[in-house]
């Protein structure tokens, strides 16, 4: 018989933090970096835990360059060539340390992960990416990966329970990537009807990572900087985006003009747009669980990130954190019904 969880989960629109006393004067004064020690790695990671996702519309080396002059980290997609790693890596030095290479478990992404790690040996991050996290092939891959390169520090995902996280920080994984569904171009959820909501997704799995020296990413479902402040709030110790960060100058593909907007392509990374581009359509076992949308075109990325960074620094001060690392212990999260006034519409 099908059992049924009667646990309420939560997802970020169904939160807001309570403001607390606090004695910082102003939110300059907040301190966003963090330094962590990785588990199995041991290596040291020092910088603000906003991520671009490894997705060829925003993981591009030119956003890694922008993200890491503010300290921002960027999972690069994993399209480039060796050779173009090659490239980048030479004319850019300083910022190996705030990129990681992403792979999957396909045929030639070991073999193409080896030849750029072995190229460039200041790059010490490895995202595992796939789907489903959950198949035990997946786990012999990550203690293969962990076999093969035991000083890096291997991000793995995407899971959303606490068993599961354990069970790949065990495998040999530092940082598991938590979210199942909540993207802003996935489908998954419509597909499959398989998810989790992803506050409560981020507060059990912080949890279960925590409890054995891991960490965590929050991966999907941010809309606005509160959502990365509630997701830190959650326990998460990075907070991944994807779309918070597309149409923007460091995005590929071109300015489109649509009914007197400028806008770009934004799609998932299995969207039938993806799987045209790199593997030549979408295989026919597989639904595609990514969809293609048009962004309203956005500028240069700093813009951008100021106000992220600032709806973080803001959010600090009200619950009286000088530190991005206070957050989660002076969070309290209330349940709400409403977030925001939209009666002039739901516009900035
Ligand atoms: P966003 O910040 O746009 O809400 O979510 C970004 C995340 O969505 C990515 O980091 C990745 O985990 C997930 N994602 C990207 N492309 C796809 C896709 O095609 N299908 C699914 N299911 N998830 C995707």
């Known amino acids: 018989m ?3 969880d009667n646990d309420i989960k939560l997802d970020f629109k ?3 933090l309570r403001p607390k006393r606090s004695t910082l004067k102003s939110r300059s004064e907040v301190d966003l970096y963090r330094s962590y020690v990785f588990r199995n790695s041991k290596q040291n990671y020092d910088g603000i835990p906003v991520i671009a996702a490894n997705m060829d519309t925003v993981g591009t080396f030119t956003m890694a360059k922008e993200l890491a002059s503010n300290g921002l980290f ?4 994993k399209h480039y060539s060796v050779d173009a790693w090659k490239e980048f890596a030479e004319e850019n030095p300083a ?5 990681a290479v992403s792979a999957g478990t396909g045929k030639g992404d070991f073999e193409k992960l080896t030849q750029i790690i072995e190229a460039i040996p200041a790059l010490k991050f490895i995202c595992l990416d796939v789907a489903n996290g959950y198949s ?58 398989v ?28 809309t606005c900087p509160g959502d990365i402040v509630k997701a830190f709030g959650a326990g998460a110790d990075f907070v991944m985006l994807g779309g918070m960060l597309a149409g923007h100058d460091q995005c590929p593909g071109d300015v489109l003009e649509k009914g007197g907007k400028k806008v770009k392509l934004f799609y998932g990374m299995s969207s039938a747009t993806a799987m ?18 048009e962004v309203p075109y956005r500028g240069d990325i700093n813009a951008t990130v100021l106000d992220i960074l600032g709806g973080l620094r803001s959010a600090c001060t009200y619950v009286g954190a000088g530190k991005l690392k206070e957050l989660s212990k002076r969070t309290t999260f209330i349940r709400v019904t409403q977030q925001l006034n ?7």
């Open 2 to 4: 099908p059992r049924i």
């Open 14 to 16: 169904d939160v807001l």
């Open 74 to 77: 960027t999972t690069i997609h």
């Open 95 to 99: 910022i190996l340390k705030h990129i």
């Open 136 to 193: 035990e092939m997946f786990v012999q891959h990550v203690k293969e990966v962990r076999q093969h390169f035991p000083s890096h520090t291997i991000m793995a995902g995407n899971v959303v329970t606490g068993e599961m996280v354990e069970e790949l920080i065990l495998a040999g994984a530092d940082i598991i990537k938590v979210g199942i569904g909540p993207g802003s171009v996935c489908t998954t959820r419509k597909k499959t009807g």
């Open 195 to 222: 998810g989790y909501p992803q506050l409560s997704a981020v507060i059990e799995c912080a949890d279960a990572a925590h409890g054995l020296g891991g960490h965590i990413i929050s991966d999907g479902g941010c």
């Open 276 to 293: 045209n581009k790199h593997s030549g359509g979408v295989a026919e076992y597989r639904a595609s669980e990514g969809k293609t949308v």
């Open 342 to 348: 939209n009666v002039y519409g739901n516009s900035a």
